[in-house]
């Protein structure tokens, strides 16, 4: 039986020069880090998303990536942040 994976990718903006806002997004259809990360961006960058975000733009700079898995049994489990890709 194979392990379910998700992956929790975070961006962050800026909404006052000395306050951050993180967003995270569930990616669940990607085959490795780099592909979530697309996702994710592609996801972030549609009018909806920079609507509810006042258009503010995602700090480039800046990315959380975690990976979500179920292992057999049931259970899930949260990796620590991984490095940026």
Do not use: K
């Amino acid at each position: 039986m194979s392990e379910t994976v998700i992956w929790l990718i975070g961006f962050r903006y800026h909404v006052a020069p000395d306050r951050a806002v993180r967003c995270f997004y569930l990616v669940d259809n990607a085959s490795d880090q780099q592909q979530a990360r697309q996702i994710a961006a592609d996801r972030a960058e549609t009018p909806v998303e920079r609507g509810r975000r006042n258009y503010l733009a995602l700090d480039q700079a800046w990315i959380e990536l975690r990976r979500l898995h179920r292992d057999f049994v049931g259970g899930w489990n949260l990796e620590p942040a991984a490095p940026p890709c």
